[in-house]
């Protein structure tokens, strides 16, 4: 992650793209303006802005316009230092994956674990849709036919969690940047997989409209024909409203919705006030509430979720953080 050297170096930043008036930048304009503005006497101060590239103003004025000064290139460092906290996670170009395919389906909340992570730092990939229904994209692979299905230059990796902390480990290979886990991301990272995870089916799917919502959101990505997302559209929503019926009873949910707002009041609890769970910048449990919550975020259920709880304002900076996909639709 960049770091700011200095303010020196800030004001030099600010100055390069600040647009001038006759040559000089408008920050020195403002600085102009705050000598006049400090000066009470009318007459005076036209005389110290006629004067003030002659450097006769007064030791009041200086020190007016000095404070102007140090309290821009206070916030404009502020500002700057935020963007960085917030920047992507860089990837030491040795350490890059080179060539990263991932089979997905568009809404489910595993895969979209993988790609807020990839997208995160910054790694290119290539997305397969998988036909929910024929599978047809991922029959190369005999002995798994779930996903997300990651290759990763020639290697098959499969079950989120196993495929995070692979590549983990593999863009951060040596001591210098070994990736650590403590007890508190390791415990968040559990609870989204044991927990979280469970209780979107029942919210995606929870009435028919909603089910048709979802899966017109699914085929409108990826490679499908016509009759195909006819298909998956209408067939797939059908079996998702009733499997997720059976979901919600599996896991003794009484109300779909309310056990959403739950878990999200539960998250920001967990982060007591800052910014990330990961401190001043996500770690992996960030990474893995905001991949599955991704993909509800702008159907009904994820409105509904951020209009009656707090977890707008983290889901906020998470999108800042992870920033623009790198993906690429195969």
């Known amino acids: 992650m960049r770091r700011i050297s200095g303010i020196p170096a800030v004001y030099r930043a600010v100055s390069a793209g600040v647009p001038s008036v006759n040559g000089n930048p408008i920050h020195s304009r403002l600085f102009q303006a ?5 000066n009470s006497n009318n007459s005076s101060a036209r005389s110290h802005w006629r004067s003030y590239n ?4 007064d030791q009041s004025a200086r020190a007016a316009a000095h404070a102007v000064a140090g309290t821009m290139l206070f916030s404009l460092a502020a500002i700057a230092l935020v963007e960085e906290v917030h920047a992507k996670e860089p990837v030491v170009p040795e350490f890059r994956p080179k060539d990263v395919v991932l089979y997905q389906y568009e809404a489910c909340p595993f895969c979209n674990k993988v790609k807020a992570f990839l997208d995160y730092y910054d790694i290119t990939y290539k997305i397969v849709e998988v036909n929910p229904l024929s599978k047809k994209e991922i029959k190369w692979s005999d002995d798994y036919k779930k996903v997300p299905i990651l ?3 020639g290697e098959k990796m499969v079950n989120s969690s196993d495929i995070i902390d692979k590549l983990a480990k593999k863009i951060h290979p040596d001591d210098a940047y070994s990736v650590t886990e403590d007890d508190e991301e390791k415990k968040w990272r559990g609870w989204v997989d044991n927990h979280l995870i469970h209780i979107l089916s029942p919210n995606i799917y929870r009435s028919t409209s909603e089910a048709l919502e979802s ?3 699914i085929t409108s990505h990826g490679n499908f024909s016509y009759t195909e997302r006819l298909t998956v559209k209408y067939a797939g929503a059908a079996a998702m409203y009733f499997i997720s019926k059976k979901l919600k009873k599996k896991y003794n949910i009484t109300d779909e919705r309310t056990a959403l707002y739950e878990a999200a009041e539960t998250w ?4 007591k006030g800052r910014d990330f769970l990961g401190g001043a910048k996500p770690n992996l449990a960030d990474l893995a509430v905001f991949g599955v919550l991704r993909p509800i975020r702008y159907l009904k259920s994820g409105r509904d979720m951020v209009e009656h709880t707090r977890i707008g304002d983290w889901y906020s900076r998470m999108e800042n953080a992870v920033g623009a996909s790198p993906k690429i639709q195969a």
Do not use: K
């Open 34 to 38: 705050a000598l006049l503005s400090t």
């Open 54 to 57: 002659r450097i006769t103003a």
């Open 151 to 153: 290759m990763v230059d």
């Open 215 to 217: 899966f017109e959101y």
């Open 268 to 271: 920001v609890d967990a982060l």
